[in-house]
């Protein structure tokens, strides 16, 4: 059974750095891409960036220049590295593992920045 566990989350002042992480895809076969969502109170959930088996790196306009996802296929662990944090940067975010047939979801992590 597959198990995405999210660590990271925390709580930044603005202007702050986070890194989350999301372990467990090593069992996960016929990958398409490995993707972090957000999403903040009463709010939809919202895409945020992607990383292709390939390598290329997608982002999200309101993230591009401050965050970075990347992936240690050795650790089977996939990363998302935050800076220049903003207040609106307030979520729980999921890591999302997608193959032709099936999503995989992380439990969430909580990132809360402050003013």
Not at 56 to 70: C, E, L, N, P, W
Not at 71 to 76: G, T
Not at 87 to 99: F, G, H, K, L
Request: overall charge positive.
């Amino acid at each position: 059974q597959v198990q995405l566990v999210e660590s990271g989350g925390g709580l930044v002042q603005a202007g702050g750095s986070l890194r989350l992480s999301c372990a467990g895809f090593g069992s996960i076969f016929g990958i398409n891409s490995m993707r972090w969502y957000r999403q903040a109170p009463e709010k939809q959930r919202e895409w945020v960036a992607a990383i292709t088996t390939g390598g290329g790196t997608v982002y999200a306009d309101s993230v591009k220049g401050r965050f970075t996802i990347s992936r240690d296929n050795a650790k089977n662990t996939l990363y998302l590295a935050m800076n220049s944090l903003k207040p609106e940067d307030t979520a729980v975010y999921y890591c999302n593992i997608v193959t032709t047939n099936v999503a995989y979801w992380g439990q969430g992590t909580q990132v809360t920045v402050s003013s």
